[in-house]
C-alpha cells in the first residue's frame, strides 16, 4: 500500500511539473542592439543565433539598428528579424531608431503609434516613445494620457510594465542618477505640454506608486544601456531595471575580448499563479556565439 501511495504521489508530481512549465511563457528584453562596426545597418550578429520565436514575447529597448528608420528597406529588415506585426513584439524607440524621421513607416508596419499600451497574459504593458518633445505635443499629450488612464483604471493585472529607451527617472527615490549606468540621463524630460515641471520624478512615478500600492506589481525597463545591468528597487519597492549590448562597438578583436560582457533578461511567467521572475544573462553565453 505504502509502494503505491509513493508511486502515485510521484506520478502526481511528474504531471504538476509538466503542466507548470507547459503553463510558462517566456519574453527576451534587448536593448542597443545595433551592430556598430559593420555597414548595412544591422542588428548585433549575436541574435542570429537566438530563436526568437521560442519566446511568447519580445521586448526592444530601442536603437535596434543604428539608422533604423533612414530608409524602408531597414524597416523591413527590422520586421522579418523580430516580427513588429506580433502584438507581443514590444519596441520602445531609441535615438537611432528616431532621428531620421519616417515614424509613419512603423505605424504603416505595426498598425499603430510609436507608442502604446497592451494588455497581454494578465501584465500590462505602456511602450513609451522618449524621443517625443514638446515640438510635437499632441502626440507628447496623448502619450502622457495614455499613462494617466492606465494608472487609473488597471484591474485584473498582476503587473505594469513601462518600456523607454531613454533615462528619464532621474531623481526617484532610493535610486542612483541615470548617468551612474544609462547612456543618457534626460533629468528635464517633459510628460506633457501643460507643465514645465512634468518630469517622470514628478508627473509619472506618483501614479506609478498608486498602482503598487493598488497591488499590482510595477516594472520599468530602460535599453539605453550598454555593457551593464541594473536591477533596483526603490524607495517605494517599484522595480528598476535595464541592460543593453555594446560589444560590436569593437572593430578590433582584441579590444572586444577585454570589453565588458554584454547582458539580456529572460523573464519566466505563469500567468495563472500571476508569477514572474528575471535573469540577467551573459549575451555571449546566451547566443553560443562570440565575435571573431
Not at 522579418?80 to 506580433?86: C, I, M, R
Amino acid at each position: 500500500m505504502a509502494k503505491r501511495t509513493f508511486l502515485f504521489l510521484f506520478i502526481l508530481l511528474m504531471v504538476t511539473r509538466v503542466l507548470a512549465q507547459k503553463d510558462t511563457l517566456s519574453y527576451l528584453f534587448m536593448g542597443h542592439t545595433y551592430q556598430y562596426y559593420t555597414p548595412g545597418y544591422k542588428v548585433d550578429l549575436r541574435i542570429q543565433n537566438i530563436d526568437l520565436d521560442s519566446y511568447d514575447g519580445i521586448w526592444l529597448g530601442g536603437d535596434v539598428t543604428s539608422e533604423s528608420m533612414m530608409s524602408y528597406s531597414t524597416m523591413a529588415y527590422i520586421d522579418s528579424v523580430f516580427n513588429l506585426k506580433n502584438p507581443t513584439t514590444m519596441w520602445a524607440l531609441g535615438n537611432h531608431d528616431t532621428r531620421n524621421g519616417n515614424w509613419v513607416w512603423l505605424e504603416e508596419i505595426t498598425g499603430g503609434k510609436t507608442y502604446y499600451t497592451r494588455h497581454h497574459k494578465g501584465i500590462t504593458y505602456i511602450v513609451l516613445n522618449t524621443n517625443l518633445t514638446p515640438y510635437d505635443c499632441e502626440q507628447l499629450n496623448d502619450q502622457y494620457n495614455i499613462i494617466v488612464n492606465v494608472c487609473d483604471t488597471i484591474q485584473n493585472s498582476s503587473h505594469l510594465v513601462l518600456l523607454m529607451h531613454h533615462g528619464i527617472w532621474a531623481g526617484v527615490p532610493g535610486l542612483p542618477a541615470p548617468s551612474a549606468y544609462a547612456q543618457s540621463n534626460l533629468v528635464y524630460y517633459n510628460f506633457n505640454c501643460y507643465s514645465e515641471e512634468s518630469t517622470f520624478v514628478k508627473e509619472i512615478y506618483p501614479r506609478l506608486v498608486e498602482v503598487k500600492n493598488r497591488g499590482v506589481e510595477v516594472l520599468c525597463i530602460l535599453g539605453d544601456m550598454g555593457a551593464k545591468k541594473i536591477d533596483l528597487l526603490s524607495d517605494d519597492n517599484i522595480h528598476f531595471m535595464g541592460t543593453g549590448l555594446s560589444r560590436s562597438y569593437y572593430a578590433d578583436p582584441e579590444e572586444r575580448k577585454k570589453a565588458a560582457p554584454d547582458w539580456a533578461i529572460v523573464f519566466k511567467h505563469v500567468p495563472q499563479t500571476s508569477w514572474l521572475e528575471w535573469e540577467f544573462v551573459d549575451f555571449d553565453e546566451f547566443t553560443g556565439f562570440t565575435y571573431e
